[in-house]
């Protein structure tokens, strides 16, 4: 177990591409941290680097206390877990397993000590004589993962582990990992597009944009105080809808006004924005699918102006709850999360109601988020 | 003491049938021929840049344990052994190999020819392929002694594993052969930690197929790095189609690109609808196989079939249809 520390490292491949731009960040012991980002945004290449398959082009890497910026990576006491594992065919599971330690040439009883317990974690005791061939998708990915765990490395690295997995099966295996990381309480590095898997999984999450830090923070703190609109967009299914408009005061009252929409903002968010020199700029407005309410008492309790007028243009039914989608505010389609039992459908007009407190705004300009 | 002092030395004191030969290395297949015509062979070869140099003798009038005592006399001047240097050369001409090898290395059983070549681009090159011979061994336990490890270019070396020992299982050879090349890819970047490319031939008789196997992955490794750059793993009867296209020049290439450009006119397709094609090409054009690849519902997918189909007047369901925009996704990317 150990920590690991990025100091201010960079990637720069030779066509001049910066691939990773100056990351910076302590990974604590024992932590769960995510890496997560879309497509090209450089967080396999990070987690690459840690692992010595990509050379540092500039920065130090520390495992624990020690630089390893220049140490192979099978010296660097690091465990990687890919998206495409393969067993090792001609092997059953306790020799896929053993394999590592064998090489490490440590004793037969040392072996089956660690083999029996990570067997025992993972719940594949009665697997240890079959053949990759005879095992299902599932038994193979915790094999794979039993190869890792079985070396008790200072680190986990995991570059999508999942994503080769169908739904139910990755839901499942999500659950296992996370239950093995608090049995192992080793440090686990864990890169994922699924923003999901980030925000059930990680102690903290980096989010990631074209090589460079977003935001370092935990997943409440990233849904909630997402610190641009990137991160805003990124975080959260479905996405946070956005609103362009301008600020205006109105009666000693701070009003956003866009397309089709008119809000009056809390005199606590008021204040933040008058202080930050927003009152007649344009902004971004932001509000969560779950924070919009189309039940009556919610739009008894909050008359003021804090509603618009949504035309469905399709209902989706998730069950517990429905996603209503609907184009007819600021040329944008919004989503709004609404409970199951208001029995909507498509081409009905209905008024929902904002939760302000919980509206975002971003700076229109740089969108770094105010609040 | 050079080879030609040493064999006009032996001659001189033994008065037996011995030649020395130097040569550039594309002439030697025909002075072999031509010599063997008159009863000599080649017992000793190696090569210095771009030419050969070798000891002949007319075998016949030599003692077995005489040959022998050549055999050690005359070590190869250089660190590259004849077998490393005819395949080394067969990326330029076309040659024999080298008939010491072939006469010493007859194989009781079949055996596996894996390609490994190194995808680290950076400093880690000056790897000694040696290293990771112990490694080799663990992984293909009790074929020890008929493991060979043939490093052939910093970066690249061949891996012949006998079949004999591996639990075929009456499974097909071929399964056999890609599943290993994904475990030996695997156990390469569990362990030795590094981002290796992994290609395999189907199983060989002789050590003279070698060249043949070594030629068809390599014109594969060309074909993947071309077009299928992330592709780690694969085997030599696979991605035909990219092997073709590899070996067009750059004109026949451009003319190829062009006439595709003015039978199917239709705009760049997008990522997603790429991928459903490759998987969908992958799947041998078998829906449900391929919407369950891409974890899709097949209905799913048959709609996003029918989008492409929308935008490019071509159902990748049927054949002729499959085949252009199968030729259209490879010519158009590159």
């Known amino acids: 177990m150990a920590k690991v520390t990025l100091n201010h490292v960079y990637k720069r491949f030779a066509n001049n591409v910066v691939a990773v731009d100056d990351f910076h960040l302590d990974i604590h012991d024992q932590e769960f941290l995510v890496l997560v980002g879309p497509s090209g945004c450089g967080k396999s290449t990070t987690l690459r680097m840690i692992a ?83 095992l299902s998708g599932g038994q193979r990915q915790r094999v794979a993962l039993g190869r890792a765990i079985v070396r008790e490395p200072q680190v986990f690295l995991m570059d999508e582990p999942l994503s080769n997995l169908d739904a139910k099966l990755r839901v499942q295996m999500r659950t296992e990992i996370l239950k093995l990381h608090q049995r192992l309480n080793t440090t686990v590095i864990y890169v994922t597009h699924d923003q999901t898997e980030a925000m059930t999984m990680g102690d903290r999450i980096v989010v990631m944009k074209d090589g460079l830090i977003q935001q370092v923070a935990t997943p409440h703190e990233i849904y909630n105080h997402p610190v641009n609109q990137f991160v805003a967009s990124f975080i959260g299914s479905p996405s946070m809808n956005f609103l362009n408009g301008r600020l205006v005061e109105k009666d000693g009252q701070l009003h956003f006004e866009g397309e089709h929409i008119h809000l009056r903002l809390p005199d606590d968010k008021a204040k933040v924005l008058r202080d930050r020199g927003y009152v007649n700029k344009s902004i971004i407005f932001g509000i969560r699918p779950e924070d919009m309410y189309s039940d009556h008492q919610f739009l008894e309790a909050n008359p003021f102006e804090s509603s618009l007028d949504a035309h469905i243009d399709v209902v989706e039914n998730m069950g517990s709850e429905l996603y209503i989608y609907f184009n007819n505010i600021g040329r944008t389609q919004m989503v709004a999360r609404v409970d199951a039992r208001e029995g909507l459908k498509p081409r009905m007009s209905i008024r929902l109601g904002l939760d302000l407190s919980k509206c975002h705004v971003f700076d229109s300009e740089t969108q770094v988020a105010v609040f | 003491m050079d080879w030609r002092n040493k064999v006009e030395k032996i001659a001189q004191s033994t008065n037996l049938p011995i030649r020395y030969l130097e040569c550039s290395n594309h002439e030697v297949d025909q002075l072999h021929m031509e010599q063997e015509k008159d009863g000599w062979e080649i017992c000793n070869v190696t090569r210095m840049d771009d030419r050969t140099i070798g000891v002949m003798i007319q075998p016949e009038h030599w003692h077995p344990s005489a040959r022998s005592l050549l055999e050690l006399l005359f070590t190869p001047i250089s660190n590259v052994d004849p077998f490393t240097g005819w395949l080394v050369q067969l990326l330029e001409v076309p040659t024999t190999p080298p008939p010491r090898y072939v006469r010493e290395q007859a194989w009781r059983d079949r055996r596996l020819c894996f390609f490994l070549q190194r995808c680290q681009t950076e400093s880690r090159m000056d790897m000694e392929w040696s290293a990771l011979q112990p490694l080799l061994k663990d992984f293909f336990p009790g074929a020890d002694a008929s493991l060979q490890l043939v490093p052939l270019q910093p970066e690249l070396c061949l891996l012949l594993v006998p079949l004999s020992y591996l639990d075929t299982d009456n499974k097909l050879e071929r399964e056999i052969a890609l599943e290993l090349a994904f475990g030996l890819h695997e156990m390469l970047s569990c362990e030795w930690m590094e981002k290796f490319r992994v290609l395999v031939s189907l199983p060989i008789e002789q050590p003279a197929s070698v060249g043949v196997s070594f030629l068809q992955l390599h014109t594969l490794s060309l074909a993947l790095q071309r077009f299928c750059p992330k592709i780690m793993v694969a085997a030599s009867w696979q991605y035909p189609l990219e092997r073709w296209a590899s070996t067009l020049s750059p004109e026949t290439f451009s003319q190829v690109v062009d006439g595709l450009s003015a039978v199917l006119p239709f705009s760049p397709l997008t990522h997603e609808q790429r991928e459903t094609l490759e998987t969908l090409f992958a799947r041998q054009l078998n829906v449900s196989e391929a919407a369950r690849q891409l974890f899709l519902h097949r209905n799913t997918l048959l709609y996003r079939l029918d989008k492409i189909t929308e935008a490019t007047g071509l159902d990748p369901r049927h054949f002729p249809d499959a085949v252009l925009l199968q030729l259209h996704l490879l010519f158009r990317r590159n």
């Open chain 1, 52 to 134: 010595g398959l990509e050379e540092i082009s500039e920065g130090d890497l520390y495992i624990g206390d020690r630089l390893v910026n220049d140490v192979a990576p099978k010296d660097r006491d690091i465990a990687m877990v890919f998206q495409s594992y393969a067993l090792y065919p001609h092997m059953n599971v306790y020799e896929n397993m053993a394999f590592g330690l064998k090489l490490r040439k440590f004793s037969k009883a040392e072996i089956n000590q660690r083999i029996e317990e990570a067997a025992r974690i993972l719940d594949i005791s009665h697997l240890l004589d079959r053949k990759p061939k005879a």
